[in-house]
């Protein structure tokens, strides 16, 4: 437990929206944790409309005395903008993100805070997430399809995250100095039940751009509730019509709306080449799943440039 003036060696936020059972579990995981005198932990609910408020001070008023924990309220729906309010609330040097249906391993704290005091040239780390699924895993559910449910398993060796890939918002961590230039972009992510992404591949993108490095670490690892709503195609099509939606919104200027066009021509010639040799149900829902990103894309673009017409 932190005393008054005492700076903690890291910041967990956890934001929450209409999750209350499934918070609970996960604050109370933290109790587990290795040194867990070393962190501050923060919620900040999102405008919850369940009693996810309630909950967290009663597990605040239950265990306060047992771990250094706050309650905010950050009535602007969205991902983006409840990180951000944790973040300048937080008076740690690091920053680490745990999910509120995310259940962190007994060594979560320690691998982050030994792993940045070891090497400096890290600005973020993220790790393995394991699923929960509520119900049976469906056969469609090959291996493309794990990222999009925040399936994540690397390897067992410490590494820079390869190309195109980073650490995901259930289990991620930083330091703080990497939102001196911005936080969190409020047009991007989660909003209240919407699918919407892309401001965790912005914020990695401002890092490697500046050259930093980023690395997997396989014992910071958690495990992730999977919903059995969110185990069907209808779902995971959204899921990807978000992302295309999300891919068109990260795009800026004529050229970088050319560029993403010309990606956009590549995956099509792609979809229609391994749709010839599509057997498998899983292999032809990815492609399909890969036509709605492309939908969400261009419906992104065109609504774009009407707007821009009409401004």
């Known amino acids: 437990m932190l005393h008054n003036g005492d700076v903690p060696k890291v ?41 996810s408020a309630f909950a967290i001070k009663s597990f605040i008023e239950a265990h306060g005395a047992d771990m250094d924990i706050r309650y905010l309220l950050e009535p602007v729906q969205g991902l983006s903008a409840a990180r951000n309010t944790g973040i300048l609330a ?32 890290v ?23 794990e990222l999009p449910y925040t399936i994540v398993d ?17 289990n991620m961590a930083m330091r703080k ?26 914020l990695f993108d401002q890092i490697q751009r500046q050259g930093h490095s980023i690395l997997y670490h396989p014992e910071m690892a958690v495990d992730h509730f ?3 709503g969110r185990l069907t195609e ?15 919104m990260k795009s800026e200027g004529m050229k970088g709306n050319l560029l993403l066009l010309g990606k956009t021509a590549a995956k099509v010639i792609y979809i229609m080449a391994d749709s010839v040799t599509a057997r498998s149900q899983g292999r032809k829902l990815l492609n399909r799943c890969r036509l709605e990103s492309i939908r969400g894309t261009l419906h992104m673009l065109w609504n774009r440039k009407r707007q821009s017409a009409a401004g």
């Not at 680490?96 to 249906?101: G, R, S």
């Not at 939102?179 to 591949?201: A, C, N």
């Not at 209808?234 to 068109?248: E, P, T, V």
């Open 11 to 51: 910041s967990i936020i956890i934001c929450t929206y209409n999750r209350s059972a499934l918070l609970v579990k996960t604050l109370q995981s933290l109790l587990l944790l290795e040194n867990l005198h070393q962190a501050e932990v923060i919620v900040v609910d999102n405008q919850s409309t369940d009693d």
């Open 90 to 121: 937080s008076k740690s040097p690091l920053i680490a993100f745990l999910d509120d249906d995310a259940i962190p391993c007994r060594t979560w704290i320690t691998t982050i805070v030994n792993t940045f005091e070891e090497r400096p040239e």
């Open 123 to 145: 600005k973020a780390m993220g790790g393995k997430i394991a699923p929960i699924f509520e119900s049976k895993r469906p056969e469609w559910l090959i291996k493309p399809f």
């Open 154 to 170: 690397l390897g067992n060796r410490i590494k820079e995250y390869p190309k195109r890939l980073h650490p995901c918002g259930a």
């Open 177 to 202: 100095l990497v939102f001196d230039i911005s936080l969190f972009p409020l047009d991007l992510g989660r909003k209240g039940d919407s699918l919407l992404s892309g401001e965790e591949t912005w």
């Open 226 to 228: 999977v919903p059995a």
């Open 234 to 248: 209808d779902w995971i099509m959204k899921r990807y019509y978000s992302q295309g939606i999300s891919n068109a």
